[in-house]
C-alpha cells in the first residue's frame, strides 16, 4: 500500500510513469529510485508501537508528582496531601492526554 501511495504522488509531482517501472525490486530509474528510499525515510515510524512521546514539562510534572508522594510518606500526612498529588496526577494525565491527541505529519 505505501509503494502505491509513493507512486501516486511521485506522479502527481510530475514524475513519469515510465521511470516507475522496476527491475529485481528496485526502480531502473536513479531518480525514482532515490524518491522512493526518501519516502520510506520519512515515512517510517518515529515512535516504537506502544510507546508515546511526551513534553519535556510533562516529565516535570511526573517526578514532582513522584517527590511529593514521598514526602507524604515520610511524613505520614498522606490523608493531607492525598488533594495536592491527585490534582498532579490530573494536571500530568491531561498534558498525557493533550499530546496523544496531537496530529502530526
Given amino acids: 500500500m505505501d509503494i502505491k501511495n509513493f507512486e501516486t504522488a511521485y506522479l502527481n509531482a ?14 531502473v530509474s536513479s531518480k525514482a529510485q532515490m524518491g522512493w528510499q526518501m519516502w520510506q525515510a520519512a515515512t517510517a515510524q518515529a515512535v ?14 511526573l517526578e514532582e508528582l513522584t517527590q511529593l508522594s514521598s514526602y ?4 505520614g500526612g498522606i ?12 494536571i500530568a494525565f491531561n ?11
Fill in 14 to 27: 510530475g514524475g513519469k510513469s515510465s521511470e516507475l517501472e522496476k527491475e529485481n525490486g528496485e526502480y
Fill in 48 to 61: 516504537p508501537e506502544g510507546f508515546v512521546l511526551v513534553p519535556k514539562n510533562t516529565i516535570n510534572v
Fill in 72 to 75: 507524604a510518606e515520610i511524613v
Fill in 79 to 90: 490523608s493531607v496531601n492525598r488533594a495536592a498529588i491527585r490534582g498532579q496526577c490530573d
Fill in 95 to 105: 498534558l498525557i492526554r493533550e499530546f496523544e491527541d496531537t496530529e502530526f505529519l
